[in-house]
C-alpha cells in the first residue's frame, strides 16, 4: 500500500520558519517525482514547488519563490518542504503528492499526480 505521510505543520507567526516532512512507503521512492500542493478554505489546490518531470530540477510558486526550499532524501524516503519568512497567505493544508511522471501532463498541475497524503494544517498568524 503506497502512503505519504506529511508532519510538520503548526501554527506559527508571520516571519517564523517551518519544516514539513512527507513519509512515502509502499513504491519505489527513487523512481518518483514529487512535489507540494496546498489548499486554503474555498481555494483550488495550487502548486507551492515540485520537481519537473524532465530533469528533476525544483521548481517554486510565484508566492514561494525565495522564501520555500524543496528537497527530497532518497536514503529515507522524504521529501521535504523548508517554509521561511512565512505570511498570513501562507495559511492552507499542505499535501505531499508523488507520480512517475508519464503522464505527459506538466507537473505544477494536480491532476499530474496519482498519490497523495492527508495533508497538513499551517496557520500563520499576524
Known amino acids: 500500500e503506497v502512503q505519504l505521510v506529511e508532519s510538520g505543520g503548526n501554527l506559527v507567526k508571520t516571519g517564523e520558519s517551518l519544516r514539513l516532512l512527507c513519509a512515502v512507503s509502499g513504491l519505489s521512492f527513487d523512481d518518483y517525482f514529487f512535489g507540494w500542493f496546498r489548499q486554503a478554505p474555498g481555494k483550488e489546490r495550487e502548486s507551492v514547488s515540485c520537481f519537473t518531470f524532465s530533469d528533476d530540477r525544483p521548481v517554486y510558486g510565484d508566492s514561494v519563490r525565495g522564501r520555500f526550499t524543496i ?56
Not at 72 to 81: E, F
Not at 94 to 100: G, H, I, T
Open 71 to 126: 528537497s527530497r532524501d532518497n536514503a529515507k524516503n522524504t521529501v521535504y518542504l523548508q517554509m521561511n519568512s512565512l505570511k498570513p497567505e501562507d495559511n492552507s493544508v499542505y499535501y505531499c503528492a508523488a507520480d512517475l511522471g508519464r503522464t505527459g501532463r506538466v507537473e505544477i498541475a494536480a491532476s499530474a499526480y496519482e498519490y497523495w497524503g492527508q495533508g497538513t494544517q499551517v496557520t500563520v498568524t499576524s
